[in-house]
């Protein structure tokens, strides 16, 4: 059994990644917690978070919080056929928001986060410093972010950028081989350079491994050599029937350039490709 949080700011975006997430986890029994969180964050009094008493917090924040999470449930049960392998929970939180994620990722043993992602110029401009940027930089718990513009489709394909500098420990590349057996998809894992390089002792020793590791699966490797990696996924993506990327928070090199860079023209995986981010755990 998996747990699924769906953390939701009543947005249609965020509805689109509740959508995405009920679809991709269609065949796994599952229970989906979708939680809102009124932030302390937002309420501030002479640069301080105002703390309003306990009357105030339910009147204001509570009550309208779960009136709407008891309408995205009944839009749920409008839109999706019964699915016995599902079951859905209302979570309503006030608090700072990342450490209320934090706080129920640990109590609900959350396996994956799934929240939505906003914005046509890319990640840049609306995800650094807003939800979903800050829980995936500091919240360790697997993560899909849902671009806006995304719909659900059989996964066909899935990248995973590397640059094989890193020795993955085998648990953090678990998730990752769920979702390609239960899917049935292929994994093409690519390597960027900004020249012509040969792999050395430790990079051949790590691509080794990952070939090992995928063994069973339908899995291969894809060298390009471009000055730009975002700029090398995006032909990668373009090329292919990419259908969702994978990355591994740990390796911050790759993570910075591909989620989080300047150049937005013409990145279109950014609006409508998921994005898969594995961490280390605890």
Known sequence: MKNILLPSDFSENSWNAIQYAINFF??????????????????????APYIAPEETIEDVYTKPAKLQLRKILKRITQQFSPNKKHKFYTVSDF?????????????????????????????KKIIIGSNTGDVITKVKCTTLAVPESAQFVKLEEMAFPTDFSLTYD???????????????SALRILHISKKKMHLNGDQTKNRELLDDYFSDLDHSFYYLTNKKVEDAIQCFVESRNINMICMVAKNLNYFQHILFHSKVEEISYHTEIPFLVLHEKN
């Open 26 to 47: 269609e065949k796994e029994i599952c229970n989906f917690y979708l939680l809102h969180v009124n932030r302390f964050d937002n309420v501030m009094i002479n640069d």
């Open 95 to 123: 608090g700072f928001f990342i450490e209320s994620i934090r706080k129920h990722v640990e109590d609900k043993n959350i396996d994956c986060i799934v929240m939505g992602t906003k914005g046509a110029s890319g990640l």
């Open 170 to 184: 085998i648990q953090i590349l678990q998730p990752l081989l769920e979702i390609l057996e239960t899917s049935k």
